[in-house]
């Protein structure tokens, strides 16, 4: 995708998110991405307000530009991974905001349009970086072409949960001693072998939960969602509200291990049990059916 090209990634939850947030004067999007939910907060809050957006890939900060152009008040993007949203936030000498959104999925843009091998469904090279590949010192082809078999299948059932690991990794190297493994349909084809029959033909395609250890570990995704969390809640202003949708099982739990923590410390969570897409959300994109949004306000 091009930097002028339109974002193709349709916001997940976005009403829920909208409602769950308010009416902020300032607002944090840590995972810009197409900027949908960004713009749908502007225009409930008619403008009247300060955004500011963070995203690792530098062409989603310059397609949510002219987006969001005569949008709001103030707005700010700055090209920096969430982890880092107090340095963006000091850089423009803002203390504190009243809302913050995580978005932990992957955008469309990323997934479809990219290039960088984020999809088993297209043969690209095996890059799983968000930002710049080009800029990037580590990649997924460096994890399947030079890391230790146990070290391999660690990642893999750490990160993706999946239980044929062990086969996996042992086929990785088994592979990479005749030939680098350098793209997308490689990695999938060693995996279809490595697992039965039955699990080739099941719902979820037999290379989803690799490809998503391989992107959370080249990406480092649960250690900036840990820092994220952590630096947001300290930046929010009293009555501040963040929101974060998950879609992986260890994501979630580490939103709500912080959530319950901070409750401990006198927060409260609007979402008793976290918010699920719709039907008709499902229906429309399938992508959202395994987000779960929660919410935490600041006392």
Do not use: C
């Not at 916001?11 to 909208?18: I, S, W």
């Not at 955008?107 to 800029?135: C, Q, V, Y």
């Not at 029959?197 to 959370?216: D, E, S, W």
């Amino acid at each position: 995708m091009t930097e002028s090209t339109p974002s193709i990634h349709t916001p997940v939850l976005l009403h829920e998110v909208v409602e769950g947030l308010g009416t902020p004067r300032v607002y944090l999007d840590g995972t810009l991405g197409g900027a949908g939910h960004m713009l749908a907060i502007a225009q409930h809050a008619k403008g009247k307000l300060t955004v500011i957006g963070l995203d690792r890939d530098p062409a989603a900060i310059k397609r949510a530009r002219a987006l969001l152009e005569g949008k709001a008040e103030q707005v700010i993007l700055e090209h920096t991974d969430f982890r880092n949203l107090d340095l963006a936030l000091d850089a423009h000498s803002i203390k504190e905001v009243d809302a913050i959104l995580l978005d932990l999925g992957i955008s469309s843009d990323e997934l479809d349009a990219s290039g960088k091998g984020f999809s088993f469904l297209r043969d690209e090279p095996l890059f799983m970086t968000m930002g710049n590949p080009t800029e990037q010192t580590f990649t997924a082809k460096d994890i399947v072409n030079t890391w230790e078999e146990e070290t391999i299948a660690d990642v893999i059932f750490g990160y993706g949960e999946e239980r044929y690991a062990r086969r996996i990794a042992r086929n990785i190297v088994n592979y990479r001693a005749k030939k680098l493994i350098e793209t997308t349909f490689e990695l999938g084809e060693i995996i279809k072998m490595s697992v039965p029959g039955m699990y080739r033909h099941g719902k979820i395609h037999p290379a989803t939960r690799t490809f998503q250890a391989l992107r959370i570990a080249v990406n480092d995704e649960l250690g900036a969602l840990k820092s994220g969390l952590s630096k947001g809640y300290e930046r929010l202003a009293s009555g501040g509200r963040m929101a974060v949708i998950s879609f992986h099982s260890l994501e979630d739990r580490i939103v709500k291990d912080f959530n319950k923590a901070r409750v401990a410390e006198g927060a409260t969570i609007t979402t008793k049990k976290p918010i699920t897409a719709s039907p008709e959300e499902r229906a429309v994109n399938p992508r959202s059916r395994s987000a779960k949004l929660r919410i935490l306000v600041k006392p």
